[in-house]
């Protein structure tokens, strides 16, 4: 399994970017599908999540601005990021907790390579 993060770049405050994260492999169903985000030295943090019946959770730092939304049929997620604002820049990962084919099936969580978002001021 893996999961291709895309879609981050260089944008000025109160700009917008919107993330892309896809998953490939032999998957039967994914359950939680999350962005997070890191900067240099500090520890990675939870931005939003959803669950696949569509139960969603947002850090306080984002709601509002971002939206996370996902296409079960294609096992891609999104994350709309509207309004942002220099404490966004960080590089982005992708999160999701699978299950895959097999007998017996396997569970297991997977990063994304990350993808980095920095906004000017």
């Known amino acids: 399994v893996q999961l291709q993060a895309s879609g981050g770049g260089l944008v000025q405050a109160g700009g917008s970017l919107r993330l892309s994260c896809a998953a490939s492999?032999?998957?039967?169903?994914?359950?939680?599908m999350g962005w997070y985000r890191q900067t240099p030295g500090k520890e990675r943090e939870l931005v939003a999540v959803?669950?696949?019946?569509?139960?969603?959770k947002y850090a306080d730092s984002v709601k509002g601005r971002f939206t996370i939304s996902r296409d079960n049929a294609k096992n891609t997620m999104y994350l709309q990021m509207n309004s942002l604002k220099p404490e966004d820049t960080a590089v982005y990962y992708c999160?999701?907790?699978?299950?895959?084919?097999?007998?017996?099936?396997?569970?297991?969580?997977?990063w994304g390579q990350g993808t980095q978002v920095t906004v000017s001021s």
């Open positions: 999160n999701a907790d699978t299950l895959t084919y097999g007998d017996p099936p396997v569970a297991a969580n997977y």
């Open positions: 492999g032999s998957i039967s169903s994914i359950n939680g």
């Open positions: 959803i669950i696949r019946g569509g139960s969603i």
